[in-house]
């Protein structure tokens, strides 16, 4: 549990990193296109869900012990 625990913070603060990076101002603009990196980040978050996953179904297992 403790490392999903660290793990969902660390991805919500990328993706909102990610996410803030392109703004140069006040008024948003709509990307034209998917930003360069998106399947890479991608490709990490879902590496991240998995191994949050791994982690929960590691600890429930280690609670029947």
């Known amino acids: 549990m403790r490392a999903r625990a660290a ?3 660390v991805v919500l603060l990328a993706a909102l990193a990610v996410g803030c990076s392109g703004h ?3 008024s948003p ?4 296109a998917t930003p ?3 399947s890479q980040m991608q490709q990490k978050v879902n590496a ?3 191994a949050a996953a791994a982690a929960d179904r590691d600890a429930a297992s280690n609670a029947d012990r």
């Open 36 to 38: 360069s990196g998106y």
């Open 7 to 9: 793990v969902v913070p």
């Open 48 to 50: 991240a869900e998995s």
């Open 24 to 26: 140069d101002g006040a």
């Open 29 to 32: 603009k709509a990307p034209a």
